[in-house]
């Protein structure tokens, strides 16, 4: 194997090892996927300033993220169908976070349930994120779920009432465990690293939902309560009762307009996440870091804004932090470490990043990441407040 030095050659390795309807599943968008290219890309615009002959000694990425101390301003965003990246993919993500001092965020379409993660992780507090469902017992009791697995923070995702378009993952025939049609029997034959990592754990279908709704207990039944069960309802009004319930850190996902930015200020949430989904519901929104900054002039002084999509390298996160995002989160790029290498994977597209994120912010005249700000980014290259 060559050295392995950046995200995208762990992207290469994941591409090679995860079969391909779940590595399609984590690089792709909707419809025609211009906005999941758009997240990625309009970073590539945001040039920076180079500062010389500055005392680069004493450097620290260390910040909170909702009064959580972390070692960079990067935590794990929820992905669902991890577990089908590589073999218990939630659990060994969520060590790999524990051992980085980052936050883990488990998806409610997760494969390892809340409860697997927390055993997985000796009980170390993570991040659960929750996805609305017209069966609101079920609901209370996933927010029960993880209050007792201790959870530190509860994601609310705002932005999945219905489903977007998603070509490949209907063309592929997506499930979990993947359906043995001959198309997917040839891809898995090639897939050996993965088919036995699969053969060695019980964990193959969505573990926070299977045996903890009446009714669902495999798989053929799952896929007919999901296509009912996410509620177009949602609306404010379920925030706030969420919030009630929950009682603990609440952060909103999903935030891409000023006006809702300045709701979720009203609906008392912690923090909000400038989010278009990683560009896999509404294709043609803007992306995450052309949102930021309009966000932040708004709203920036009420609520910590966080921000996701796009995010290959530790480049990225600075720039995010110089727009004011007070956090970011990892989706592909940390499935493509998972992917790879399993939990090794993780920790190294971390290290990248951290590794990245250090040393640019030095080359910009930076030794702490609350000192960073517009002033490291060459003017005219930048999203503005219009």
Known sequence: MSVITTIEDLRVLAEKRVPR??????DSGSWTESTYRANEGDFQKIKLRQRVA??????????????????????IAPTGLTGMQH???????????????????????????????????????????????????????????????ACSALVLTLDLQILGQRHKDLKNGLSAPPKPTLSTIL?????????????????????NIVGHVKGVENMGSLSEWTAKQFDPRLNWGDVEW???????????????????????????????IVSNHGGRQLDGAESSIQALPAIVDAVGSQIEVHMDGG?????????????????????????????????????KALEIIHKELDLTMAFCGRTQIHQVDTSILLPGTFPKVS
């Open 187 to 207: 891809n898995l034959m090639t897939k050996p690293r993965w088919c036995l990592g699969m053969l060695g754990t019980p964990r193959r279908q969505f573990g």
């Open 87 to 149: 073999a218990d993919g939630e659990i060994l993500a969520a060590r790999a976070a524990k051992k980085f001092g980052i936050p883990f965020t488990l998806s409610t379409m997760s494969i390892c349930s809340i409860e697997d993660v927390a055993q997985g992780t000796d009980g170390h507090p993570f991040w659960f994120q929750l996805y609305v469902m017209r069966d609101r017992d079920f609901i209370e009791r996933l927010i029960d779920r993880a209050k007792a697995a």
């Open 311 to 347: 995010i290959r390298s530790g480049q990225d996160v600075l720039k995010a932090v110089s727009l004011g995002a007070k956090g970011t989160y990892i989706g592909r790029s940390m499935l493509y470490g998972l992917g790879a290498m399993g939990e090794a994977g993780v920790t």
């Open 54 to 75: 500055v005392n680069m000694e004493g450097r620290s990425t260390a910040s909170t993220m909702v009064g959580q101390p972390v070692a960079m301003p990067v935590a």
């Open 242 to 272: 969420i919030k009630k319930r929950w009682g603990g850190k609440l952060i909103l996902k999903g935030i891409q307009d000023v006006e809702d930015a300045r709701l979720a200020v009203q609906s008392g949430a912690d923090a909000l």
């Open 21 to 26: 309807m779940f590595y399609d599943y984590a």
